[in-house]
């Protein structure tokens, strides 16, 4: 891991200052983001048909309308996890380590969360319990859920290599892509599909990399093959952590 860059060292008056000129700069950022979230909110639904998809759940099997569990709004994470893998995507873990901390605060806001998966339930399950997790996690396996929501992609979705994800064709590497997916209910019970967000767009799971963007390294990921190289399944680190070599000045302990 790398060293943090040398920076200037000032006084406090003229690190206030600076503080202050990077706030409005944060101030702004944080107007454009409420601005595109009623953006976001404001855009039109597409109405689903909802018997076209079934799920195994440990409930048994539930159309996508049974998968609210009594609120207005779904949350789905299209999570990494094919038929037959040994074990789930390393990011999508990342992302669904932050999940057990929010469904209960979502739950208050009309919002149920639910991660996807293509494997079989018994697969899920096994590394659901690997993993320690409790959120729900329901398998699309046997239907077309994936696939239409464009995260799951067959031979014959290539077309020289590309597929359409994030709203355009584009090379991707892999049969399984990482995705979330936002789903409402109407009174009468009919489900539409409000929002989906891929690539970096996934990011807004990642609470973790809020933090780490605070810190003088950052996300330190420059020299890295690939972003995330650095993540782990939680219980895959090194147990032990990274000596505390001298940081900002600091000695050893």
């Known amino acids: 891991m790398n060293a943090p860059a040398p920076h200037p060292v000032v006084s406090r008056d003229r690190w206030i200052a ?3 000129a990077l706030l409005a700069r944060e101030k702004e950022l944080t107007q454009q983001q409420d601005r595109i979230a009623a953006e976001r909110r404001a855009l039109p639904w597409v109405r689903l048909d909802d018997e076209a998809y079934v799920f195994d759940t440990p409930a048994g099997p539930r159309k996508l309308s049974e998968l609210f569990q009594g609120r207005r709004q779904l949350l789905v994470q299209h999570f990494m ?7 789930g995507c390393k990011s999508c873990s990342f992302m ?3 999940l ?15 991660a996807v998966s293509r494997a079989p339930l ?8 690997r993993m320690g997790w409790q959120f729900a996690w329901a398998s699309s396996h046997g239907n077309d859920f994936n696939r239409d929501f464009h995260v799951s ?3 014959a979705d290539r077309v020289d290599g590309a597929v359409y994800y994030n709203f355009h064709m584009t090379p991707f590497p892999n049969e399984e892509a990482p995705g979330i997916s936002i789903f409402c209910k109407d009174e009468a019970g009919q ?9 970096r767009g996934v990011e807004v799971m990642m609470g973790t990399y809020n933090l780490i963007d605070l810190t003088p390294k950052g996300r330190d990921e420059g020299a890295l093959s690939y972003t995330m190289e650095w993540v782990r399944h939680h219980d895959r ?3 032990a952590a990274p000596a505390p070599a001298a940081c900002c000045g600091g000695a050893k302990a």
């Open 122 to 129: 018994a697969e899920i399950e096994a590394f659901k319990r």
């Open 191 to 199: 489900v539409f599909h409000t929002y989906s967000t891929f690539g």
């Open 96 to 98: 669904a380590d932050h």
């Open 100 to 114: 057990d901390g929010m469904a209960p605060h979502l739950a208050q806001r009309d919002i149920t969360l639910l």
């Open 81 to 87: 996890l094919a038929p037959g893998w040994e074990q």
């Open 237 to 239: 680190y090194e147990s």
């Open 153 to 155: 992609f067959t031979p």
């Open 18 to 20: 600076e503080r202050k």
